[in-house]
């Protein structure tokens, strides 16, 4: 089963920039989509930014359209989700996904 780490996150003021990383381990990310999803405070999880790669377009959460861009790094088996002009509201847990697996999470928090 592949296992999926997350690094990356922290406090940002509002306008700065943090990048997201997911690692795998166990497995690679070898098909199918990946994923990045966000979890803000007594809210249900949500899909963030999707990509699937190929001909199709990667998908986006209308908030965050032009502010967030999902990629990977094969290489390294890695998915990144570099996020900027950040705002409060973007504060939330950020979760990567790859098929079933989800990784444990991580503390995105927008603030002054």
């Known amino acids: 089963q592949v296992q999926l780490v997350e690094s990356g996150g922290g406090l940002v003021q509002p306008g700065g920039s943090l990048r997201l990383s997911c690692v795998a381990s166990?497995?690679?990310?070898?098909?199918?989509?990946m994923s990045w999803w966000r979890q803000k405070l007594g809210k249900n999880r949500e899909l963030v930014a999707l990509?699937?790669?190929?001909?199709?377009?990667?998908y986006y959460l209308d908030s965050v359209k032009g502010r967030f861009t999902i990629s990977r790094d094969s290489a390294k088996n890695t998915l990144i989700l570099q996020m900027s002009s950040l705002k409060v509201e973007d504060t939330a847990v950020y979760y990567c996904?790859?098929?079933?697996?989800w990784g444990q999470g991580i503390s995105v928090i927008v603030s002054s």
């Open positions: 996904r790859y098929l079933d697996n």
């Open positions: 990509i699937v790669g190929g001909a199709d377009g990667d």
């Open positions: 166990g497995g690679t990310f070898s098909s199918g989509p």
